[in-house]
Structure formats: C-alpha cells, structure tokens
C-alpha cells in the first residue's frame, strides 16, 4: 500500500458549508486522495494523499476549478478580511433595503416607469457587470455539472431579462451580492470563536541564549531552553517553572477564573497569562504541540466529526436545488408566467439550510472551550443531547486518587498520636501514596516525623524501620496472623478502606485506615445528570467490593468491581446493543478503550495530557465535575437551536416557495427575502454564545 502524508491547504472564499462540500468534492477527485476533510471554521482543506501523485499545483488547480483560491501565503487572523461584529446593524440595514425595494420599488409602482426609460442594452450591461462575480462561478459549476443556489437565481435573472424586465433582473443580482455578504457574515461569526481563541497564542518568546535575553518567535523556541515571563506576558510555551514565583491566570486552558501561583516545579501551559510577578520557564511543548496549541487544533478539527442532522441537511441540499428547479417549471407550464417562474428560481434558500447546523455547532464547540470544555465536533454534541446512560470510572475521576487517613485506631491502648507519629516516622523516605497519606495526616495534627534507621521495604506488604530504638513495621493486615479475629478491622474494610497494620517490636499496636477522596462537587453534579433525565448513572471500577460498594452507597448509585479495562469496553457494548447511548466519563488514561467504544467519551482534567486529549471525544480542562453536567446542557441548548434553525429554514422556504408559484412574489421582493433567513439562523445560534444555563 502506498504512503501517505497528510496535507493542510488554506482555502480562500468559501462562504458556507455548501462550498465547503464543493471543494471537497473537487480535491476528492484528484488520482492519489485517500480522503480529504474541509473544515470551513478553519478555512483550510486537511487532505490524506499520496506524496507521489498529488501535487500543490493540482489542489490549487482542483480548487480554482470549483470556483475558490488556494492562497500563495496562508491567510493570518489578523489579515482576514474583517466583517461588521454588530449582529443588529447588520440585520437594521439588510431589513431597510428590503423595505425600500419592497415598498419604494414594487407597492408604488417605480420599477415599471425605469424599466421603460432605460433601453434594454443598457440594462442588461448593467445587469452583468453587477453580477459577473456570480455568473463566473455558476458557469464553473455548470462546467462541472454542478447546481448551486446562483444558479437558481441566475436562471431567475435571465427569465426576467427574456420578457424584457432587466430591473428586476438586477434586484435580483443586487440581493444575490447581499446574500451573499450575509451569509459570509453569518459563517464568519461562527468562526470568529474560533479565531478568538486562535488570536490567544503568543506569537514571540523572550528567550536566554548565551547570556543574553533575545526576543525570537515562538515557533523558533527550542524545547528545553529557558524563557522568560514577565507581569502582564502571556507564557509562550509549556513547561515547568525553574526560577521566580508568580500568579498566572489559567483561564484560557482550564475555563477557571481564579488564578494560581506558580513557583519552582510549577508546571505552566502556553497561553496563560502572568498577571503577578516573573518566572523563568524550561520549555517542554512549543507551537501546535503546546496543550494550547491542540485545544486550538482539536477545535478548528471539530468541525470534520459532522452531527447526523448536518449530513441529513447537507443530502437534504443536494436534493432539494433540483426539486426547486422543476416546481418553476411546473410553474412555468401551468401558469404561463414567466416571471413567477422566475420568482420560485430566485426565493429558494439553499444555503440557510446548509448553514442551520454547522453555525450553531460552530458557536457551541467554540464557546465551550472558551470555558474549559474541548468538544471534538458536533456529532458528539447530538449524541451527548441524547444519551441515556452514564458509566463513570472511579479513581481519578469521582476521587482525587490520593489516599487519605480517615482513621487511627488504637489496639491495647496505644497512645493514637503516638501509632500516628511512629507510622510516619517510619514511612518517612516511602515513596508510596499510603505512605504520603500517613506523612500527611500526622503533619495535620503537628507531629514531625523522627528520622528513622535501617530503613528496609518490604515488598507486597510495606516497611520496616528502626524509630528510638524499636523496630516499626507498617503493612497490610496479614502481617497479623489473627487479624480476622480483630472486629474493628472487618468494620473499615466494610467500609470500603485500605487497612495499614503498625507494630512495635512484632507487637500490633494499632491500625491505620486510609480512603480515597471523593471530589466535592461530585454529589451535587450526579443529582444534576439525574434531574436532566440520565436513566442510569453506574461506577466501574478495579477495586474491591468494598470500596465500590461504600462508595455507590454514599452517590445512590449502581457499581461494578474489580473491573480490568476489556470488562468496562463490555459492559459499554452491553448497554449500546441494549439501545442506550451511553457516555463514559474516565481519566483519559486507562480509561481509554472505553472511552472511545462509548458513543461519548469524556476525560475529566486532562490539561496537559496527551493521550485524554486523544483518546476522549470531550475534554474537560480542569478537575471540576460541575462542567459535566454543563456540558449536558450545553448538548441538548444546541439540539434546540438547531431543531429551531431547520423549522425556521423550511418554513420560510416553504411560505416563499408556495407565493411565488401562486404568483404572489414578483421577482425582485422573492430576491429580497431570500437574504434574510440567514439573519435568522445567526440571531438564534448567537444564544449559544451566552450562558450555557438551560
């Protein structure tokens, strides 16, 4: 099988999804394309092909056959061609030129008296340096047998233009060049989100080379040099901090507003901002490879994983242009009007329905990273909407995966502070996660830790150590032979605790308990998923029954224990063939093959974390299982919005479609309204941008 590489081509003037699908029909054709994804928000085609049948030259030629640029230089953000940012002017200053042509032009009649003074010639030369942009690319398409909505209405203008109304043909031109810039407005104010986000990348790092501090760009840092950030600076890169403190604002990594100080061991991401003091920072990640830089990446991507009611009304466009074309025929052959064969050509909006998913998507996923939750495209997003059944990992998920001391008992009074500070003691040079609960727990209650001797591990049960004379051991309960007899120890494992035995000179002297910390949010956050309708919330998990148990009981939900990570994948597919759409909400890590059988997968506090980046089809940047249920809204907000933007859409056309074959809708007040169900569908999906409340 031949090689392949994978190619990023900038593409230039596509205005909505419906040319998004032309070039990527165009590209597609080329001998050597394995396949080819154009991801409009991102202006740019991600093509799998092989090096040794495609060239450059042959994308560029493909896409300028379809009628857009390949651009010699990559367009910037800040080059793009700027657009108005005021939704309501826009909408104020399209609806007064409707008005005008509507009221001035066609109630009172002055349309007719400008047609007559004017000489046919000289309108029609009016007509087509107005609309020679247009006409070009419908002749394109119809070279490669392809019907766009201009050719719709460049039909209707040459209709009008045959029984000798060349005024209305250029309404109709006029409002093709207006709809045009609507709907390039509407496209480009799903993308700005995007843009936004991208504008946050620093683009220069202050760096030390050879004793001196150089301003280089950020693409030219090297991993491992060291950069420096001062008050107020964005950090260029991520990487861990080796000098300076300073309270650095996270919030366009993890969504979270309150800052954090950062000092020596810090681990600190590009894009944040150093709003306190100044650090010195040893480079790990620079440019796309930073955690900024594939948040950047996965969003401007999502677009590519396409929501099954977008396909629906991406087939639903191809179909329905055709439709439109033979009911002005039919029109034509009952009515024997011209011109309101003309008006059904010219009304159609073929283009709202292409854009009344991906705009609210676009709007969703963009917005949603701005608050810390990475969603990878919009058919997870319709799946989310939809989902039924959560299954929920424990540890590192619903728990910090830190251990804590939750009880110290005595046996045959022993002082409890006394067992505390011996454990430690002993557990001092332990690297163990128990043994930094222990150290922990007796610094908590202002116990330091004696400096132990003859220091020995003992593996698969804990340690022994020399503490003022006396020989400690700290381990599991088997160190003690009758430990079943003991009461107190079957209440803990009961309860779903890690039990340490600590002895003095071979004699137990007490018994240290240790849980899991379950996060706090955790409860009130599955009550949430339970209000929004979640039939079944479940916890799978490796550990002991106990544990599982304890900890089910205190969430009110199901659970299933001692789990390798094949039982969770089954248990997703058991539920799936069951009919369910289930979510799987994981640490990103071991958690990976489940995550990705799961029709959503979701990784909790991955920032900085490659493979949950990879493996989850949502990402929360931060530990923080408010952002679940958020996100569960979020979802079924979107569905709304969309649902509501294709009602709108068909509506509308078939009002339109219906006045215009009735006669109704003379050409030029068909062209006018024919740019405004765009303002309608941006209106509505610019509510994703606001709160992400339900």
Same mark, same amino acid.
């Given at each position: 099988m031949?090689?392949?590489?994978r190619?990023?081509?900038p593409?230039?003037?596509m205005?909505?999804?419906q040319?998004? #699908?032309?070039?990527?029909?165009?590209?597609?054709?080329?001998?050597?394309?394995?396949?080819?994804?154009?991801l409009?928000a991102?202006? !740019?085609?991600v093509?799998h092909?092989?090096?040794?049948?495609?060239?450059?030259?042959?994308?560029?030629?493909?896409?300028?056959?379809?009628?857009?640029?390949v651009?010699e230089?990559p367009?910037?953000?800040?080059?793009r061609?700027a657009?108005?940012r005021?939704?309501?002017?826009?909408?104020a200053?399209?609806?007064?030129?409707?008005?005008?042509?509507v $009221?001035?032009?066609?109630?009172?009649?002055?349309?007719?008296?400008?047609n007559?003074?004017i000489?046919?010639?000289?309108?029609?030369?009016?007509v087509?340096v107005g609309?020679?942009?247009v006409?070009?690319?419908?002749?394109r398409?119809?070279?490669?047998?392809?019907i766009?909505?201009?050719?719709?209405?460049?039909?209707?203008?040459?209709?009008?233009?045959?029984v000798g109304?060349?005024?209305?043909?250029?309404?109709v031109?006029?409002?093709? !060049?207006?709809?045009? @810039?609507?709907?390039?407005?509407?496209?480009?104010?799903? !993308?700005?989100?995007?843009?936004d986000?991208?504008a946050?990348?620093?683009q220069?790092?202050?760096?030390?080379?050879?004793?001196f501090?150089l301003?280089?760009?950020?693409?030219?840092?090297?991993?491992?040099?060291?950069?420096?950030?001062?008050?107020?600076?964005?950090i260029? *890169?991520?990487?861990?901090?080796?000098?300076?403190?300073?309270?650095?604002?996270?919030?366009?990594?993890?969504?979270?507003?309150?800052p954090?100080? $950062?000092?020596?061991g810090?681990?600190?991401?590009?894009?944040?901002?150093?709003t306190?003091?100044?650090?010195?920072v040893?480079?790990t990640?620079?440019?796309?490879?930073?955690?900024?830089?594939r948040?950047?990446?996965l969003?401007?991507?999502a677009?590519?994983h396409r929501?099954?009611?977008?396909?629906?009304?991406?087939?639903?466009?191809?179909?329905?242009l055709?439709?439109?074309?033979?009911?002005?025929?039919?029109?034509?052959?009952?009515?024997r009007n011209?011109?309101?064969?003309a008006s059904?050509?010219?009304v159609?909006c073929?283009?709202?329905?292409?854009?009344?998913?991906?705009?609210a998507?676009?709007?969703?996923?963009?917005?949603?990273?701005?608050?810390?939750?990475?969603?990878?495209?919009?058919?997870?997003?319709?799946?989310?909407a939809?989902?039924? $059944?959560?299954?929920?990992?424990?540890?590192g998920?619903l728990?910090l995966?830190?251990?804590?001391i939750?009880? *110290?008992v005595?046996? #045959?009074? @022993?002082?409890?502070s006394?067992i505390?500070?011996?454990?430690?003691s002993?557990?001092?040079?332990?690297?163990h996660p128990?043994?930094?609960?222990?150290?922990?727990?007796a610094g908590?209650q202002g116990?330091s830790?004696l400096d132990?001797?003859?220091?020995?591990?003992?593996p698969?049960?804990g340690?022994?150590?020399?503490?003022?004379?006396?020989?400690?051991v700290?381990?599991?309960?088997?160190?003690?032979a009758?430990?079943?007899?003991?009461p107190?120890l079957?209440?803990?494992?009961a309860?779903?605790?890690?039990?340490?035995?600590?002895?003095?000179?071979n004699?137990?002297?007490?018994?240290?308990?240790?849980?899991?910390?379950?996060?706090?949010?955790?409860?009130?956050?599955?009550?949430?998923?339970?209000?929004?309708g979640?039939?079944?919330?479940?916890v799978?998990?490796?550990?002991?029954? #106990?544990?599982?148990?304890?900890l089910?009981?205190?969430?009110?939900?199901r659970f299933?224990?001692?789990?390798?990570?094949?039982?969770?994948? !089954?248990i997703?597919k058991?539920y799936?063939?069951?009919?369910?759409?289930v979510?799987?909400?994981?640490?990103?890590?071991?958690?990976?093959?489940?995550?990705?059988?799961?029709?959503v997968?979701?990784?909790?506090g991955?920032?900085g974390? #490659?493979?949950?980046?990879?493996a989850?089809?949502?990402?929360?940047m931060?530990?923080?299982?408010?952002?679940?249920?958020?996100v569960?809204r979020l979802a079924?907000r979107?569905?709304?919005v969309v649902?509501g933007?294709?009602?709108f859409?068909?509506?509308y056309?078939l009002i339109g479609?219906?006045l215009?074959a009735?006669?109704?809708?003379?050409?030029t007040?068909?062209?006018a309204?024919?740019?405004?169900p765009?303002?309608?569908?941006?209106?509505?999906?610019?509510?994703?941008?606001?709160s992400?409340?339900?």
């Open positions: 031949a090689k392949t590489v190619l990023e081509v593409i230039k003037g205005d909505c999804a040319c998004a #699908h032309h070039v990527e029909k165009a590209i597609g054709e080329l001998a050597g394309v394995v396949s080819v994804e154009v409009l991102a202006e !740019r085609a093509i092909a092989d090096p040794q049948r495609v060239h450059l030259a042959a994308i560029r030629q493909a896409v300028k056959s379809a009628g857009y640029e651009p230089v367009v910037s953000p800040a080059t061609q657009v108005p005021h939704f309501t002017l826009l909408f200053s399209v609806f007064a030129l409707v008005v005008a042509v $009221v001035v032009g066609e109630w009172l009649g002055l349309f007719a008296p400008l007559a003074a000489p046919l010639p000289l309108g029609l030369a009016l087509l609309g020679y942009p006409f070009r690319n419908v002749v398409a119809a070279s490669q047998r392809r766009t909505s201009h050719t719709l209405m460049t039909l209707g203008a040459v209709a009008a233009l045959a109304e060349w005024v209305a043909a250029a309404i031109v006029l409002f093709m !060049r207006v709809g045009d @810039f609507v709907e390039r407005f509407t496209s480009e104010s799903a !993308r700005r989100a995007v843009k986000l991208t946050l990348a620093p220069t790092a202050r760096v030390e080379r050879n004793g501090e301003e280089v760009p950020v693409d030219e840092v090297a991993p491992g040099e060291s950069v420096i950030v001062r008050p107020g600076e964005r260029p *890169v991520d990487g861990e901090v080796v000098a300076g403190h300073a309270t650095v604002n996270q919030a366009t990594i993890t969504g979270e507003a309150m954090m100080e $950062v000092g020596p810090s681990q600190v991401f590009a894009a944040t901002v150093a306190l003091g100044s650090i010195r040893k480079a990640r620079v440019g796309e490879d930073t955690t900024f830089g948040v950047i990446k969003v401007e991507e677009e590519a929501a099954e009611v977008q396909r629906l009304a991406d087939k639903f466009s191809g179909y329905y055709p439709v439109v074309a033979g009911l002005a025929a039919v029109t034509l052959l009952v009515s011209p011109l309101a064969a059904v050509l010219v159609a073929s283009c709202s329905f292409a854009l009344a998913t991906p705009v998507m676009l709007a969703s996923i963009a917005a949603a990273a701005k608050r810390g939750l990475l969603i990878k495209g919009g058919k997870y997003l319709e799946e989310l939809g989902a039924d $059944v959560v299954l929920v990992d424990k540890t998920t728990t995966g830190r251990p804590y939750t009880d *110290v005595p046996l #045959h009074n @022993f002082p409890a006394e505390l500070l011996l454990a430690a002993a557990e001092r040079y332990s690297e128990l043994a930094e609960a222990v150290r922990t727990a908590a116990l830790p132990p001797q003859g220091f020995t591990p003992i698969g049960v340690v022994r150590a020399q503490v003022n004379g006396q020989e400690v700290v381990g599991k309960e088997t160190l003690l009758d430990a079943e007899s003991v107190v079957h209440t803990l494992k309860q779903g605790k890690t039990l340490l035995l600590v002895l003095v000179d004699k137990a002297v007490g018994v240290l308990a240790a849980a899991d910390t379950l996060r706090p949010e955790v409860s009130v956050a599955l009550a949430e998923l339970k209000a929004l979640i039939q079944q919330v479940e799978l998990t490796g550990d002991n029954q #106990h544990a599982a148990a304890a089910a009981e205190r969430l009110g939900v299933r224990a001692n789990l390798l990570p094949e039982d969770k994948i !089954r997703v058991e799936q063939k069951q009919g369910h759409k979510v799987m909400i994981g640490d990103g890590v071991n958690d990976a093959p489940a995550l990705a059988q799961a029709n997968g979701i990784a909790l991955v920032a974390t #490659h493979v949950a980046l990879e989850a089809h949502v990402a929360l931060r530990d923080d299982w408010t952002l679940v249920p958020a569960f079924r979107t569905k709304r649902l933007n294709l009602a859409t068909g509506l056309n479609l219906s215009a009735l006669g109704f809708l003379p050409p007040v068909a062209a309204a024919q740019s405004l765009d303002l309608g569908i941006l209106g509505n999906s610019a509510r994703l941008l606001r992400e409340k339900a």
